[in-house]
């Protein structure tokens, strides 16, 4: 079988997890996690390809993703995940001020992702503290600093930036 | 490039203790790196539970100590130590960072910042249980930690805490980190073990208890962060530890507070303080106003003339994880319910009837109650779904789902009137 998701760099990382953990299924959850990474989805075919290469059924696989959150498909490719909070102390702050902010920002609205944006109504993230607390790819921000509507677009641009065009080449070039 | 370099930024949550023990290098929003942990005297217990004690004298020690599970449930620690220890080896010992119940940012703090107090907490915990290896079960949606740990892992394995031999006890001991990916009932300590195994999180039949059947079907202690994190606190001070908080609750406890509050944030103090005073540590209401409720996470509800309870794990205690979330005069208990709500049915594994619809069929008649839509009879059904779906499931998650809903039934009977009557001012004003 030739990969077209399972890249290089992506079969090292299994084979690191393969030494590290007794069990193959151990390297199912982190590499899903890579090829979140790497793709910002979970492309039905990466699935097919991790299930050849571990040699386990690809249901065992299929279950996995559709059990767990973060890995629901597809994210159709959107080069950036904005994940905002919903859960009680956030509610208690008002998040649909920043959901309904992001939206406009962005064009993108909840089940409805364009090329550069998915949004997403999460649970609690560990950040009550912080609330209303919102995510885009792996950075925490916290929704009552941010005052004004501008400064929530200055935000977001800083996601728009040739770094994601380039990432964006080479994704096709993977792809 | 170095695992440093690419850790995303960590976030402002504010932390204050006026304790020092749990928080005593995490105030600061920075990560203590290992040389700063042991010119403080970090990993100056390890050393001194090699050197000085037997695995047994630790146990022991955790027994006296009175030191309770900070992962919710409060089971005492040395008597899950010891009925693992009951077990024949090879032993593992999970620590649970799932920390995924609405309202809970405390293992946090530690993982972020002190990450060396966790490790060296779980090494000790390892060689007391004489246990094979360790692992740590971090939830997905904290990829800062996740870098962090395996960072001071790295760090612990160069300076010899970590590994084969450990500063030449004998003892050989490695931790790994597995990431999560978006279930709190992940955080479910046998749900836990199956996500760990590679597979869905579905909540193992108990018997067999982890400390029996657990990990690789091997007898298995989860702990929580913070309880991990209290056992070199509890090696370095001995009997002296029954000198911090009350007796039968000793040592240090993490508090997240959060909603309307000045100062939202993670309080460290002894188990004597009430909810009150944990209120006024936070910078006390936000514009002045009144408590309305305080949610105990998604489990309990308290009402404003109940804030002298004390955060202890005694029967009329506050128990739990600790989690705190306050609303104000002007909150609605029913729109915060719908929010819970929402979160169990979300949130339910499915693997049971009665907690897969109940948690559904809940949900529908909160929103209908917001909506001003629902009737006495939804009401009177609600009463019997919270019996139900506790006594017909098999995991806490199941046992626990219903608790707020009970509770404002019982305490805020005028909130659901207001509902069905359609007077609430919040919601028909
Ligand atoms: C639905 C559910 C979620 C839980 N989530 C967590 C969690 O995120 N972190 C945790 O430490 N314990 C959690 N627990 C409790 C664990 O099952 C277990 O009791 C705990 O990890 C034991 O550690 P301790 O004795 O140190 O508290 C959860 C329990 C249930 C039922
Ligand atoms: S009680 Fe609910 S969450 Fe727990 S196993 Fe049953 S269905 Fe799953
Ligand atoms: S409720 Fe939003 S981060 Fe916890």
């Given at each position: 079988?030739?990969?077209?998701?399972?890249?290089?760099?992506?079969?090292?990382?299994?084979?690191?997890?393969?030494?590290?953990?007794?069990?193959?299924?151990?390297?199912?959850?982190?590499?899903?996690?890579?090829?979140?990474?790497?793709?910002?989805?979970?492309?039905?075919?990466?699935?097919?390809?991790?299930a050849h290469y571990l040699d386990v059924p690809l249901s065992d696989?299929?279950?996995?993703?559709?059990?767990?959150?973060?890995?629901?498909?597809?994210?159709?490719?959107?080069?950036?995940?904005?994940?905002?909070?919903?859960?009680?102390?956030?509610?208690?702050?008002?998040?649909?001020?920043?959901?309904?902010?992001?939206?406009?920002?962005?064009?993108?609205?909840?089940?409805?992702?364009?090329?550069?944006?998915?949004?997403?109504?999460v649970e609690c993230i560990g950040s009550c503290g912080i609330a209303p607390a919102f995510l885009i790819n792996?950075?925490?921000?916290?929704?009552?600093?941010?005052?004004?509507?501008?400064?929530?677009?200055?935000?977001?641009?800083?996601?728009?930036t040739e770094e994601a065009d380039e990432h964006q080449r080479q994704d096709t070039k993977a792809t | 490039m170095n695992i440093r370099d690419r850790i995303p930024r960590l976030p402002e949550?504010?932390?204050?203790?006026?304790?020092?023990?749990?928080?005593?290098?995490?105030?600061?929003?920075?990560?203590?790196?290992?040389?700063?942990?042991?010119?403080?005297?970090?990993?100056?217990?390890?050393?001194?539970?090699?050197?000085?004690?037997?695995?047994?004298?630790?146990?022991a020690l955790v027994e006296e100590s009175t030191l309770r599970g900070r992962g919710g449930a409060g089971f005492p620690t040395g008597r899950k130590w010891r009925f693992a220890l009951m077990n024949p080896q090879p032993r593992y010992l999970v620590c649970n960072a799932d920390e995924s119940e609405p309202g809970t940012f405390k293992d946090r703090i530690i993982i972020e910042r002190d990450p060396h107090l966790l490790l060296e907490g779980m090494i000790i915990s390892g060689y007391a249980l004489q246990a094979k290896e360790g692992y740590i079960y971090i939830r997905g949606e904290y990829p800062a930690g996740y870098m962090i740990l395996e960072n001071a892992i790295q760090e612990a394995k160069e300076r010899?805490?970590?590994?084969?031999?450990?500063?030449?006890?004998?003892?050989?001991?490695?931790?790994?980190?597995?990431?999560?990916?978006?279930?709190?009932?992940?955080?479910e300590e046998t749900a836990l073990l199956e996500s760990l195994e590679g597979k869905r999180g579905h909540p193992r039949l108990r018997p067999p208890y982890p400390a029996q059947?657990?990990?690789?079907?091997?007898?298995?202690?989860?702990?929580?962060?913070?309880?991990?994190?209290?056992?070199?606190?509890?090696?370095?001070?001995?009997?002296?530890?029954?000198?911090?908080?009350?007796?039968?609750?000793?040592?240090?406890?993490?508090?997240?507070?959060?909603?309307k509050v000045n100062r939202p944030g993670v309080y460290e103090a002894t188990m004597d303080i009430t909810l009150q005073e944990l209120i006024d540590m936070a910078g006390g209401m936000k514009d002045n106003k009144d408590v309305k409720a305080v949610f105990a996470g998604a489990l309990g509800i308290y009402r404003k003339d109940e804030l002298d309870t004390p955060m202890d794990y005694s029967p009329k205690g506050f128990g739990g994880t600790g989690t705190t979330i306050v609303l104000d005069e002007d909150d609605c208990i029913i729109d915060a319910l719908t929010v819970i709500t929402n979160f169990f049915h979300h949130e339910s594994c499915g693997k049971c009837t009665p907690c897969r619809v109940g948690t559904y069929e809940q949900d529908v008649i909160l929103k209908k109650l917001k909506e001003g839509k629902a009737t006495e009879k939804d009401v009177e059904y609600l009463k019997h779904l919270s019996k139900n779906i506790p006594a017909n499931s098999i995991c806490g998650l199941g046992y626990s789902a219903p608790n707020a809903v009970a509770d404002a039934l019982e305490k805020f009977p005028e909130e659901f009137e207001a509902h069905l009557n359609k007077t609430c001012k919040r919601c028909f004003g």
């Open positions: 079988m030739v990969y077209k998701y399972l890249t290089n760099d992506i079969i090292k990382k299994i084979k690191e997890c393969r030494k590290r953990f007794p069990l193959k299924e151990q390297c199912i959850i982190p590499t899903l996690h890579q090829i979140l990474e790497k793709y910002r989805d979970i492309p039905f075919q990466a699935l097919e390809e991790l696989i299929e279950g996995i993703v559709s059990f767990y959150d973060m890995f629901r498909y597809p994210k159709k490719g959107a080069k950036n995940h904005i994940r905002i909070c919903r859960n009680l102390p956030c509610h208690l702050a008002n998040y649909q001020r920043i959901l309904e902010d992001i939206k406009e920002i962005t064009g993108a609205d909840i089940g409805k992702p364009n090329k550069m944006w998915y949004i997403e109504l792996n950075d925490l921000y916290d929704g009552s600093k941010i005052k004004s509507k501008e400064q929530l677009e200055e935000i977001l641009k800083s996601y728009i | 949550i504010y932390a204050d203790s006026n304790l020092n023990l749990l928080l005593r290098r995490a105030k600061e929003n920075r990560t203590v790196d290992i040389e700063e942990y042991e010119t403080t005297g970090g990993y100056s217990a390890l050393k001194k539970a090699l050197n000085r004690f037997r695995p047994e004298d630790i146990v010899g805490y970590l590994g084969k031999n450990i500063l030449g006890s004998g003892f050989s001991f490695d931790i790994k980190v597995y990431r999560g990916a978006g279930a709190y009932i992940c955080g059947v657990g990990l690789y079907g091997r007898p298995t202690v989860v702990n929580n962060v913070e309880t991990l994190s209290n056992i070199p606190i509890i090696v370095t001070y001995e009997a002296y530890f029954m000198n911090i908080g009350p007796a039968g609750f000793y040592g240090p406890k993490l508090f997240p507070i959060s909603g």
